[in-house]
């Protein structure tokens, strides 16, 4: 028995998430819904993880998020909180 042996029916939580999406023992994707909170004026705006469009705020029209090659990138002083856990 080799001591880097693990257990491929129940691997560790961290080893998992570091895998590619499809890689996985259970697909999951990595994108996610957030709640994103406004600086200016504390609204709350739903936004995708990995949005390819610029989202602004519904009220002020602040810009909540910029899209980057993958993930979103948020607007400093933006505050958010996934959706769904």
Do not use: W, Y
């Not at 023992?25 to 936004?47: A, E, H, W």
């Amino acid at each position: 028995v080799l001591p880097n042996d693990i257990d491929l029916l129940h691997p560790p939580a961290e080893i998992e998430k570091r895998k590619h999406k499809l890689k996985r023992l259970v697909q999951s994707p990595n994108s996610f819904f957030m709640d994103v909170k406004c600086q200016g004026c504390f609204n709350i705006t739903t936004v995708f993880s990995h949005s390819q469009t610029v989202v602004v705020c519904g009220n002020c029209q602040t810009v909540l998020c910029q899209p980057t090659g993958g993930r979103a990138r948020l607007t400093e002083g933006c505050s958010f909180r996934r959706k769904g856990d």
